[in-house]
Nanobody, 124 residues
Framework: QVQLVESGGGLVQAGGSLRLSCVGP????????MGWFRQAPGKEREFVAA????????NYADHVKGRFTISRDNAKNTAYLQMNSLKPEDTAVYYC?????????????????WGQGTQVTVSS
């Protein structure tokens, strides 16, 4: 079983920034495509961003393009989500996920392992 541990969530005012981190398995982290998803109360979990194994390819949901940046440091077994210009509608539990196949993907079913989530709350 692959363990993923998110951190970095919190309460921030609209317009502010947060950086989420996701620590993955030590020796095998670089073989996984990594993704970030979020789930607001009463809503389905939705795609935010994904990054390829070597970081060369990234994909974003339209609602975060230009504001969020996904990155990874394979030497530190960590994926990041830098979130700028946050809006109240970004409030959600944010999850990182790992995918064994080498292509990036934007559906929850495409990912094999999930973290426990970290709460992000943006106040107006």
């Amino acid at each position: 079983q692959v363990q993923l541990v998110e951190s970095g969530g919190g309460l921030v005012q609209a317009g502010g920034s947060l950086r989420l981190s996701c620590v993955g398995p030590g020796r095998t982290f670089s073989v996984y495509v990594m993704g970030w998803f979020r789930q607001a109360p009463g809503k389905e979990r939705e795609f935010v961003a994904a990054i390829s194994r070597n970081g060369a390819t990234t994909n974003y949901a339209d609602h975060v393009k230009g504001r969020f940046t996904i990155s990874r440091d394979n030497a530190k077994n960590t994926a990041y989500l830098q979130m700028n210009s946050l809006k109240p509608e970004d409030t959600a539990v944010y999850y990182c996920a790992a995918r064994k196949l080498f292509t990036t993907a934007s559906t929850t079913g495409a990912y094999d392992y999930w973290g426990q989530g970290t709460q992000v709350t943006v106040s107006s």
